[in-house]
């Protein structure tokens, strides 16, 4: 099927390529010029394990192309995917001018044939009546259907995840929608459940801010474990091995960030509060994500006493392994704050280093990830990038002025570390 998507980030840009992978023909759209030419130059702007081999192979096969214009998208697409940002707002609630745009983009350029939009950006519950309201004000005689079809890719396993989903969500507000939506998704093989627009809209929202919630827990369930002597990663086994309850998001640290969770649950929130319901166990989760960062933070200044011109080294900047995504990262909020009280912090991450340069430009980035160790009074371990495991950590300790290390995510074995010498501090063990 002819299928086009609007906004070619980490979303657009990895469903585009799966959607031609699966043999659909897939134009992706971008306003901003400088992509969409490094793209068609056969660049990729993000690091996704196995995207570049992917768009490569079916830009060649003649089955992916980049464009800027939603006009020639939309005028041999059946369906258009809206996969454009949907950032925070000050007040928490979700700035959906991005869609409106678009939606008002593709009014104008819909002809006679009928056309199927699809809502593939997170937004709050009722976003996608609107998105029906805008596109037949703008164009009254427009044929057109509007599905909310959320999106659950994890970045850093993007491609994988859009290729074997769990389940395919389609909120539809006519059945017209339903064949089509079922012929793009079929070679997934994966559950398609088809539910009404509200419902989809909500079934993302929901989710993102359970998964939240379930780290908060964890979080909580740790401080515990510390005040306790208990350790959380049995604490954690124990619980996961429940079916019910389920191993995964049970991993302490210093908290959720990304460009997902933060704004999905404060905008979840906020849209309950204007349905008239208070979420207070979600403002709750936000409160112990906050504290979770400042509790790893008093850890380190309770070792260093004086934070001011102490040597600070930072491995991982990424807001999580397997990204180049530093996004509301909390590695960065953590670096921020040393800076902030006169640290001089230096930091390696294996992909992450460039698009953080300019969040934390007093940080001195460096080739190697031991090199953060020189001279350094204390190590972070802020993201869990699975080769930091492999580190040649005693040679790291010889180059440190202190061997204070401080595991943010959990990610070294703390008997190994201590039997090396170093005075190691993680997350509930
Ligand atoms: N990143 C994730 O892991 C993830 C997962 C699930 C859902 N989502 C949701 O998907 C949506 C997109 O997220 P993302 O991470 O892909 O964002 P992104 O910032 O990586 O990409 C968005 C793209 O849209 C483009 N864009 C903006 N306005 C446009 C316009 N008017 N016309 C054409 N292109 C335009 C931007 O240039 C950018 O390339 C958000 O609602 C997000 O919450 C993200």
């Known amino acids: 099927m002819n299928l086009a998507i609007v906004g070619s980030g980490y979303v657009g840009l990895v469903t585009g390529a799966c959607f031609a992978e699966v ?22 702007p993000i690091y996704e394990p196995g995207l570049e081999e992917l768009v490569k192979k079916n830009v060649a096969a003649g089955r992916l192309s980049f464009t800027a214009s939603i006009g020639d998208a939309v005028a041999v697409s059946k369906v258009i995917f809206i ?31 009928y056309r199927i939009v699809v809502d593939k950006s997170t937004v709050p519950v009722k976003t996608g009546e609107k998105v029906a309201q805008t596109i037949s004000r703008y164009n009254p005689g427009a044929d057109i259907d509007v599905v909310s079809n959320p999106e659950f890719l994890r970045e850093g396993s993007a491609v ?20 089509p939506m079922k012929e793009i998704y079929t070679p997934f093989n ?5 539910t009404d627009l509200n419902s989809a809209e909500l079934i993302k929202h929901a989710s993102n801010s359970f998964l939240s919630l379930k780290i908060s827990y964890i979080n909580a369930v740790a401080a515990i474990c510390e005040a306790s002597g208990a350790n959380i990663e049995r604490v954690a086994d124990g619980m ?24 999905d649950i404060s905008a979840f929130i906020r849209i309950s509060e204007e349905l008239g319901y208070d979420f207070r166990l979600l403002k709750e989760v936000e409160t112990i994500n906050r504290d979770q ?12 006493w004086v934070l001011r011109h102490k040597k600070i080294g930072v491995l991982g900047l990424a807001f999580k392994g397997n990204t180049d995504d530093v996004r509301s990262s909390v590695a960065i909020a953590v670096i921020q704050q040393l800076v902030a009280e006169g640290a001089e912090v230096r930091a390696y991450d294996p992909k992450a280093m460039d698009k ?36 040649p950590w005693l040679a790291i300790k010889k180059r440190m002025l202190s061997p204070l290390l401080f595991d943010g995510r959990n990610l070294l074995n703390p008997d190994e570390m201590r039997s090396l010498g170093f005075t190691y501090t993680s997350v509930g063990r």
């Open 23 to 44: 043999g659909h023909q897939v134009i992706c759209v971008d306003n901003d010029l400088k992509k969409v030419h490094s793209l068609q130059d056969g660049h990729i």
């Open 190 to 194: 994966a559950p398609i459940m088809i």
């Open 240 to 263: 996961g091995a429940d079916k019910r309850i389920g191993r995964a998001f049970l991993n302490a640290g210093i908290g959720y960030g990304g460009s997902c969770f933060p704004k």
């Open 356 to 391: 953080a340069r300019s969040l934390v430009p007093e940080v001195k980035m460096v080739a190697q990830a031991e090199d953060v160790a020189d001279g350094a009074d204390a190590l972070l371990v802020l993201t869990e990038w699975t080769e930091f495991k492999s580190l």
């Open 293 to 304: 960062k400042e509790r790893f933070l008093k850890k380190i200044r309770e070792a260093l």
């Open 160 to 179: 994988e995840d859009l290729m074997k989903p769990d389940r395919i969500v389609v909120g539809v507000s006519s059945n017209r929608a339903v064949g």
């Open 83 to 113: 996969a454009v940002p949907t950032p925070p707002q000050p007040d928490g609630s979700v700035d959906l001018s991005f869609v409106e745009g678009v939606a008002r983009e593709i009014a104008v350029h819909i002809k006679e044939e």
